[in-house]
């Protein structure tokens, strides 16, 4: 399947019934391609908190496309060169954290598009364009429908919504819960009662907008309340926490 149609498809789940996938730290590519296995919609590729350099985010795309799982990659920060440098790579998109307002926002996706929606650096010597083997002009039309996420964790990122959801070129809106807690005076209560309420707030105002809202959750009870409300693009967890806490499951039947 080409790229812009897999990705027409995600964005239609992900309107729809929603889409579901997980965090990933680890720096072993086989990880990726088993996520891809088992049915998961996507993986985001963590260069934000994980240990990735782009050597091994090569890898790790390597074994999405192998797998068919949607690539994100999440960059370290709004103003990242590393935008560029992982669409180049073959990602089928982006998450960009720490997202405080609407210029933020306009200077991602002036990063992550080609002409006449941006203006990302140019090269078609690279891995996403089959190293020059693709139409150039196919390309950049096809690059062009890479996702683009957008991550608010913040208050003040919070307090921009009304104005960041009038911008053209957003595919979702990521909310950080665990970085939401800290800046509303809750540290790590992802399900404090204020937290929920600030995010049912922003699913109300997006659905309006028909954006499609995400969020991280880590428990069962999470996962089925942010899909009960909507939210089409959920990551639960992260695969080193979930391999850990497998262990552990399997390590307590020789006690019980």
């Not at 579901?20 to 996507?42: M, N």
Request: proline share 3%; with cysteine; charged share 25%.
């Amino acid at each position: 399947m080409a790229q812009s149609n897999k990705l027409k498809e995600f964005k239609e789940r992900a309107a729809g019934s929603g889409v579901f996938g997980i965090f990933s730290k680890t720096t072993d590519s086989s990880l990726i391609e088993a996520s891809g296995y088992s049915g998961l919609d996507f993986v985001i590729l963590d260069m934000e908190h994980g240990p990735l350099n782009t050597e091994t985010l090569k890898h790790h795309l390597m074994a999405c496309k192998s797998s068919g799982i949607v690539s994100i990659v999440r960059v370290d920060s709004w103003d990242s060169h590393l935008i560029g440098k992982a669409l180049d790579l073959g990602a089928n998109g982006i998450q960009v954290p720490s997202v405080n307002n609407a210029e933020q926002v306009k200077g991602v996706i002036e990063r992550a598009k080609f002409h006449p929606k941006g203006q990302r650096g140019v090269c078609r010597f690279v891995r996403a364009a089959d190293y020059s083997d693709m139409d150039r002009f196919s390309y950049f039309e096809d690059a062009n429908q890479n996702l683009v996420i957008i991550q608010l964790e913040g208050t003040a990122g919070i307090e921009a919504f009304d104005e960041i959801i009038e911008i053209p070129g957003i595919d979702i809106l990521f909310i950080g819960p665990y970085d939401l807690s800290q800046s509303i005076g809750f540290p790590g209560q992802i399900d404090h009662p204020e937290v929920i309420k600030t995010i049912e707030n922003l699913q109300t105002k997006a659905r309006k907008k028909d954006i499609v809202l995400g969020t991280f959750c880590d428990t069962p009870e999470l996962l089925m309340k942010w899909q009960k409300l909507g939210l089409g693009y959920l990551a639960y967890s992260v695969d080193i926490a979930l391999f850990l806490d497998k262990l552990k499951s399997i390590n307590s039947l020789r006690n019980g």
